[in-house]
C-alpha cells in the first residue's frame, strides 16, 4: 500500500512538472546527456515540441563519450541540439581551482547559453538540478541564481530516486546511468588544473568503467589517484588480478600510486575537507 501511495505522488509530481513547463512556452535545457537533464529535457519535449533545445557544451571538463551519449539521445528524440564551445581552462581564476571553482563555470557556462537563447527566440533557460543538490556545496547555484536560471526538477520538489523511477516508466536509457559531475571536480581545492590533468582522469575512469564498474569517480591528489567506487563495487578489488591491472595502467595514464577509497564513492567528497576545516575551527 505505501508503494502505491509512494508511485501516485510521484506521478502527480510528474504533473505539476509537465504544468509547470508549459507555462513557460519555450525552453533552453542545459543539457550534459546525465540523468537528470535527459530526464527534464524528455519532459519539456513532450509538453513544448520544437519550442524547446538542448544546449551542450564542449569542453576539457566533459569528456567525450558524455557528449557522444548527449548528441545520440537527441537525435534519436528528433531534439534540436546546439553544441557550443565553453573552455574553462580559459576563465580567469580557474585553473587555481579555488572553492568557488564552479561559480565561475556556470556563470560562463550559462552566460554563453543565453546567448544561445536569445539567438532562437527563447524566453526561458533551464538546468537539471533536483532537491537532492540542496545538500552539497554547490557555489554554482549562485551563479544560476544572478543569471535568473530555473530548476524545475528542484522548484517542483523531485529527488534523484523519483527521476530514476520515472526516466525508467519513460524508457529512458539514462535511468540507471552514473551520476557525473565535470571532470574538475576531482581535483581538491587549490590544486591547479590543467589539460594534462583532465586527461589522465578521463583516461582512468573510463577504463574503470571498460573493466565494468557502474560508479566512479578518480579523484586525483598530485602523482596519487583516489579511487571511488560504488559501494558493492569495492568488492570488486579483492581480486589480486584485478589490483594489479589497475595499477599498472593508472601507472602508465601517469600516477605514481593508486589508492582505493574504502568509504567508496559519494558526492562532494572533496568538500569534506571544508567540512572537517570548519568543524576544526568551532
Sequence with gaps: MCYIIILMEIQNTLKQLQCHIKKMGSLAVA???GVDSTFLLKIAHDVLKDQVIAVTARSST???RELNDAAEFTHGAGIKHIIIQSE???IEGFT??????CYLCKYELFSKIK???QKYNIKYIAEGSNID???DYRPGMQAIKELGIISPLKDIGL???AIRKLSKQMGLPTWDKQSFACLASRFPYGEKITQEKLAMVDRAEQFLLDLGFKQVRVRHHGDTARIEVAGKERLKFFDLELMDNVYKQFQ???FAYTSLDLKGYRTGSMNEVIDTKQNILK
Aim: overall charge negative; proline content about 11%; charged content about 35%.
Design 252 to 254: 602508465e595514464i601517469g
Design 133 to 135: 543538490d540542496l545538500g
Design 96 to 101: 587555481a581551482n579555488p572553492p568557488n571553482r
Design 88 to 90: 574553462e581552462l580559459d
Design 31 to 33: 543539457y550534459s546527456g
Design 62 to 64: 566533459y569528456p567525450e
Design 159 to 161: 529527488g534523484k530516486d
Design 115 to 117: 546567448e544561445v537563447a
